[in-house]
């Protein structure tokens, strides 16, 4: 079972700096884009930052500038330092991957992942 587990949120201040993590474990064979996304109470769904296998990034404007996602391939792991917070980056946020995993039979299919969530709440 493939399974996403993010960290690293909680309470910032506006002008402040936070650090996500997520990790992908399981039978995974291969892992191609990986992103995060937010979701404040009320509001649906924002994608915030993609980042190719190859390392290609791309970020929703309202973060470009202050939010930069990377990712460690040999460690399955993807990560957002998010700068200079506002308290409208307050949300819950979730690491999906798009991967390759091999199931119980032998077999390869291709499947999006998404984590749990992480809270994060920013303060004015």
């Known amino acids: 079972q493939v399974q996403l587990v993010e960290s690293g949120g909680g309470l910032g201040q506006a002008g402040g700096s936070l650090r996500l993590s997520c990790v992908a474990s399981g039978s995974i064979f291969s892992i191609n884009t990986m992103g995060w996304s937010r979701q404040a109470p009320g509001k649906q769904r924002e994608l915030v930052a993609t980042?190719?296998?190859?390392?290609?990034?791309n970020y929703a404007d309202s973060v470009k500038g202050r939010f930069a996602i990377s990712r460690d391939n040999a460690k399955n792991t993807v990560y957002l330092q998010m700068n200079s917070l506002k308290p409208d980056d307050s949300a819950v946020y979730y690491c999906?991957?798009?991967?390759?995993?091999?199931?119980?039979?032998?077999?390869?299919?291709?499947?999006?992942?998404w984590g749990q969530g992480t809270l994060v709440t920013v303060s004015s």
């Open positions: 999906k991957a798009n991967l390759v995993d091999i199931t119980t039979t032998g077999n390869y299919r291709n499947r999006e992942v």
């Open positions: 980042i190719s296998s190859g390392g290609s990034t």
